[in-house]
């Protein structure tokens, strides 16, 4: 079986209804995977915005999260399963896509991680390029679930 991950409430390539964004209560869509190969530890999770008008934009970044877990549910921004890093908005945890008005469609990219090592070593609100570092050393596998939302 493909390593695979999966976000409830909108389908794969399609619209990111206004719940999960700025416009909505700005919480995070249930996540669900499976597949991972055999000797997984934990698993690390990045979404970003590859079209933000300055470069990607970073929205939830999250990591050492056990490798028992194959989930985590709706509104859990602030979840006690894993480590969270400081987002492009400066907060922890989950910051939805809130893109300029009248920008265009930008695409939303959960971005999971399967990992050779339980714990990345990351201390709770490090920033994107820490932990692409650590990550670079210890991925196994990666799968990725896209969404689009605009702005009007």
């Known amino acids: 079986m493909a390593f695979k991950v999966i976000a409830e409430g909108f389908a ?6 206004d ?4 416009n909505g209560v700005n919480t995070p869509p249930a996540l669900h995977w499976s597949g991972e190969p ?4 934990s698993f690390a999770l990045i979404m970003d915005d ?9 929205h939830w970044l999250l990591w050492d999260i056990p ?3 194959h989930s985590l549910s709706d509104g859990n921004a602030k979840t006690s399963r894993g480590t969270q ?7 922890r945890g989950y910051g939805g896509p809130c893109p300029p008005r009248g920008g ?4 939303y990219f959960f971005r999971l991680f399967a990992l050779d090592t339980p714990a990345l ?3 709770e609100g490090a920033k994107r390029g820490a932990m692409e570092r650590a990550l670079k050393k210890h991925v196994v596998a990666e799968a990725s679930y896209m969404g689009l939302y605009e702005r009007n």
């Open 12 to 17: 794969e390539k399609s619209d990111i209804p």
């Open 19 to 22: 719940r999960f964004t700025c």
């Open 38 to 41: 055999s000797g997984t530890k």
């Open 50 to 58: 590859p079209d933000a008008p300055g470069g990607t934009w970073n």
């Open 67 to 69: 490798a028992s877990v």
């Open 85 to 91: 890093g400081t987002n492009d908005f400066g907060k």
């Open 104 to 107: 265009g469609w930008h695409r």
């Open 121 to 123: 070593g990351l201390p």
